[in-house]
């Protein structure tokens, strides 16, 4: 069932699947393709001149024993034969030497020396059939005629007359007739073994064979040597472009030579590095696709519980503040609806920062200046902030406009500043602002990984030296109601209101974050177009707001609180003081930085009609708003008189105070 793959080895399978040993088998059976080859031209070689000295040897003896033999052929006397036939025998390589008469006819032969011919050698031997051929080459010429058989060489050669003999008597009786052609008269026929012949050709057979085999055998050990060697970078990188596919963690393999194999390795670790790189940027991109996506589907759900949350605030509001009309202030109901109230003014605020992580909180975006919204929300930020942190501005002034609404940038930088405060409260440190223009390519956005496209653009950043966060706390920070303070402290609702607000501007939000190290915000406003129409961005004219700057003095805290909120939703700039004397002494030092002030009657040390009539004094068309409760004792009459403009009931309704702050202000312009 479960086979082992060791148990399923096949030989024929791993050849075909590894490179190494087909290179290594094709190049040894090359090898001894060689050396055989080699081998055998060697040992043919060797043989044939072997037998050609061996003929040289035979064709020599026959020659010599053609001529000393001749008087016994001559005379066909055997005993004349003896001498000069034994001595030709007795040489060590020869077997057999037979003489014939010019008739073909055995007239002595040496005794047959063994091992040199078979059983019908010797037959034959004994019969001397020179075949008419052979008897006709011998008799034409004074040459040897050779044959050889794999044990023997057969040598024959003619004897011949010698025609000085024949010349005498010609002398005698032909005087002109040419003297007569040499005669055969006998044949001579030589037998020599090739036994030693054969062992030595063997000899050397058996030699160059020992030889090419080590020679294959040592070049096979070399070879694989070498292509291991070689291989070992291919195999690493397979390995490595295995890995590659599998896993993320590709390895960069080492690169030690510069050939093919070499540049090989170079490509890859390049391929593998881009890869690297382009899995990273996915992965970053596919997190921020997700993140985008969480608060997108976040944004809608909360967003929709807002509104009709909303919805369910509006009667509480309007009954509260009608019931409060109808009870006088001693009452303890009075009191009971108060706290209603304020409970109710928290929930609006909660609804209202939903909303504007949403994006779906009224806005009244129109081209802005943010340097000047910024630097009112900076001095706010001194008054409040402990002298251990510093706050540094680095703001240029001539950025250009963009498409926001002020209170939002109002609350983007004073988010941003509690946190860094929260940060920082600790240890101290250095609360960073800057303000600037700056053209983003392409490249740029990429690299800064922002959702935006490339142009020019408002960058605000705000930096400190607190105690920064770490990854996880990171990816988590934009999420609504995801704090890491303790109950009470935070909301978790700050940096979800800025993303919305940031997205709602068509911006961008950048965080850089190391625990201990601090903390860097940067946002990147798109720069609205200097000559942007402002009749295209006409404010809703249900609910009229503006952009004005108001000294708000109320000793009451958290009323204070409330009228400032309900103030900059309305889109104005407000300056808080909860002591007149204080609020009277700001706007000494520069009354021309206040369009408006909002004051309560009722204050220790200074009633609002007191500081009405300083400040009047100071700025004589500075409008003034007079909130009173109901049994204050000052009749519209009065009040005018000595200046101010309008009267507001306590409780403010946000309608009224809406619509009278644009008459007061649209009417002192005139
Ligand atoms: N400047 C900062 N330095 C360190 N941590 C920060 C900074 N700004 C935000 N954070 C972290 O982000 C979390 C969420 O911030 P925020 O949305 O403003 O909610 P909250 O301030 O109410 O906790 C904070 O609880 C804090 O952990
Ligand atoms: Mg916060």
Redesign the pocket.
Known sequence: MNRHPKLAFHPIDALRRSFRAKVILISIFFMLITCLSLTGFFVYHQSASLNASLVERGGLLVRVLAHSARVGIFAENPELLENPVDGIARQKEVARVMVYNANGDLIYASADRQGASGPSDANSSQNADIGEQLYEKLSASDSTVCFSSPDALQVWSGVFSVPDYAGTEALFFEENKPPEAKKVIGFIHLKIRKEKLNSQVYGFLFKSGLIAVLATAVASGLIFLVINNLMQPLNRLGRAIKALGEEDAAETIPVDTEDEIGRLAIAFNELSGSLRKRRAENFQLEMQLRQAQKLEALGTLSGGIAHDFNNVLSPIFGYTEMALEEIPENDRLYNNLQQVLQAAERARELVRQILAFSRQGESRRRPLHVQVVIKEALKLLRASLPSTIAITEEIDESCGPVFADPTNIHRIVM??A???Y??MQAQGGELKVALGEETLTGADISRLSLDLVPGRYVKLTMS?T????DDE?LQR?FDPY????PLGE???????MVHGIVKGCSADIRVR?KPGKG?LFQIYFPRAESDTDPDQYVESPLTPSGHEHILLVDDEVQVAQMLKQMLEHLGYCVTLFTDSRQALEDFAARPEAFDLIITDQTMPHMTGEDLAEEALRLHTDIPVILCTGFSEKITEEKAKSKGIRAFLMKPVLRQKMAETLRVVLDHSEK
């Open positions: 988010n941003l509690t946190n860094a929260h940060a400190d607190g105690s920064g966060m706390t920070i995801f704090t890491t303070k935070g909301t978790g609702m700050g940096l979800a974050s903390t």
